[in-house]
Structures are given as structure tokens and as C-alpha cells.
């Protein structure tokens, strides 16, 4: 007798489900066409930033927030000019249930000057970009692969993963953490002064320097010119293992 109501009522609770799952699946997303060269800064505070090079002519940025309070957080666009500049924004004294999780997309025929790709809790990966380079975590891993450019990475509690095709420009490079592994496979035709200190970890490098026990303290340290010297190259573990390697492209 009262199928058809049952039947109504479900329909209606389907159709409600698919909308409130296709409104959440983005919150933010914008697209930005910037000239060879311009800045650009995407981070969050909770949840990861995932960037990836592909085929477009235009960087597109989305954002996703999680959580029981994730309406509560708000995801600020401060992007004009050559500059794209995408972050988040909590309330103050909040002890939020929310996260913001961002996906970039990047030509990855043009070269940028990624500024920031930051999260404070989360994880930051970054594949098939060219141009200059800084990626940081504070408790998450910080990937590079498949770059072109001039890298910076760094993590507090969490590794630190990058692999450079080719360098570009004479401009230094650091990478660090302190409580996590740092490794880095470069060209075998890099041009650097290097220095490599773990204060408790392991060092492990393919290039011709030397590396030397410490007389007073524990760990050891590399230290050497390769090439011209064109840059700086210092990595640097406080509990975590060194590792320093030729690319594999």
C-alpha cells in the first residue's frame, strides 16, 4: 500500500546523497594563466599538496576540505598579477576537526618560481615541474621527482625525497630535516661545493668528496668541490641518515 511513497523517499534520498557528494567533492578551484617566470604559492595547514606537471597552458589549482569543522576554514585566493598565491585560513584559538587538501596542475613545459608549496601537517609531493623550487613540511615528507631547476626542500619530522633531471641557473640548494632521512639523486654533472653533515645518521654519497669521521661528537661529515663549485649544495640530518646520489634519468 505504501510502496510508492518508500519508493519516492528513496529516490529522493539518492538524489540528495549524489548532489551533497558532488558539492563537497571540490571546494575551491581555479585556473590561472601566468607568464614564463611568474610566482607562485600554494600551502595549507592540515592535509596534503599535490603538484603535478601536465600538458595545459593554464595552472589550475583545487582544494578539498575534510572534516567536522571544515566549514569553519577558509581557502584565500591573494593571486593577481604573475603572482598565483592560494592558502589557508583558520579561525583564531580554533581547535578544528578540518583539513585542506590541494591538487596543482602545472605546465610543465613552462618554467616558475614555485615560492612555497608548504603544508604544517601533511604530506607535499611535487612531479614534472621546471623552474625554481621550495617545498616544506613540518611533521609530513616532502617527494620532488622528475624536476628541472633549482630545488629547496625541507621537513622538521618527516623525509625529505628528491630527484633532479637537470639543473638549471647557479643558484644554492639546501635540503634538510631533523628527524628524517634526506636523499637526493642529482646529475653526475652537478657543479657545487658540497657539505654534508648527520649529526647521529649515516652518510652515503656517489660524487668524489671526502667524507671524514668526526673527532669529537658523533656522526660524519663530506665536504668537496665537484666540478667548477657553480653552487652551494649543503644537506643536513639531526636523527636521520644522509644520502646523495647520481640521478637515474
Known amino acids: 500500500m505504501h510502496r510508492p511513497f518508500y519508493r519516492l523517499a528513496l529516490l529522493a534520498a539518492v538524489a540528495v546523497a549524489a548532489f551533497s557528494t558532488s558539492a563537497t567533492a571540490q571546494d575551491f578551484q581555479k585556473s590561472y594563466k601566468l607568464g614564463a617566470g611568474g610566482d607562485v604559492r600554494v600551502s595549507t595547514v592540515s592535509g596534503d599538496v599535490k603538484v603535478t606537471g601536465y600538458d595545459g597552458d593554464a595552472i589550475i589549482v583545487t582544494g578539498h576540505k575534510e572534516g567536522r569543522d571544515s566549514d569553519l576554514v577558509e581557502i584565500e585566493d591573494r593571486s593577481g598579477g604573475n603572482t598565483v598565491d592560494v592558502r589557508v585560513r583558520y579561525p583564531r584559538n580554533c581547535n578544528c576537526d578540518a583539513s585542506v587538501r590541494f591538487e596543482v596542475q ?17 604530506d607535499v609531493e611535487v612531479r614534472s615541474v621546471s623552474g625554481k623550487l621550495k617545498a616544506s613540511s613540518v611533521s609530513g615528507t616532502v ?8 630545488v629547496n626542500a625541507s621537513s ?11 639543473l638549471e641557473g647557479p643558484e644554492d640548494m639546501k635540503f634538510s630535516s631533523v628527524s628524517g632521512n634526506v636523499n637526493v639523486r642529482i646529475p653526475s654533472n652537478l657543479d657545487a661545493d658540497i657539505e654534508m653533515s648527520p649529526l647521529s645518521g649515516s652518510l652515503k654519497t656517489d660524487f668524489p668528496i671526502e667524507v671524514r669521521e668526526e673527532k669529537y661528537g658523533p656522526g660524519r661529515s663530506a665536504r668537496g668541490r665537484v666540478g667548477d663549485g657553480l653552487r652551494r649544495l649543503k644537506m643536513s640530518s639531526v636523527s636521520g641518515n644522509l644520502g646523495l646520489k647520481y640521478s637515474s634519468r
Open 106 to 122: 602545472v605546465p610543465r613545459s613552462t618554467r616558475y618560481n614555485f615560492e612555497g608549496f608548504s603544508s604544517v601537517s601533511g
Open 143 to 150: 617527494r620532488v621527482e622528475d624536476v628541472s631547476g633549482v
Open 156 to 166: 622538521v619530522s618527516g623525509n625529505v625525497e628528491v630527484e633532479i633531471n637537470r
